[in-house]
């Protein structure tokens, strides 16, 4: 994947990100749920011959699974789950992380 399609996915993500969180939100007071899946690279189609130690979709489903039942809004699966720690106490080494990727 080019580098300027990996930004471009990047942005919709963190896009996302903030407006499932803004209509989590919004809809605190009624029983509507809304959930987020932050799932690392995932082996499929399109991540073919990028990356290494993908996740198959088989575990990424069995994690949503899990946490979908425990009411977890907010779904860091895999790798993504250390990420958002070392970016919320490392920011810089976050950056390099990504930039790798």
């Known amino acids: 994947m080019f580098k300027w399609t990996f930004s471009l996915l990047l942005h919709n993500k963190a896009g996302i990100h903030l407006f499932t969180k803004a209509l989590r939100y919004q809809l605190e007071d009624t029983n509507i749920h809304v959930f987020e899946v932050i799932p690392p690279v995932v082996d499929t ?3 073919k011959g990028r990356g290494k130690n993908k996740m198959t979709t088989e575990q990424l489903t069995n994690e949503f699974i899990k946490k979908f039942k425990n009411n977890h809004y907010e779904m860091e699966i895999g ?5 958002t720690t070392i970016n919320r106490w490392f ?3 976050a950056e390099r992380i990504l930039k790798k990727m």
Do not use: S
């Not at 790798?79 to 990420?83: I, N």
């Open 45 to 47: 189609e399109m991540t």
């Open 79 to 83: 790798k993504v789950k250390l990420l």
């Open 91 to 93: 920011p810089p080494i």
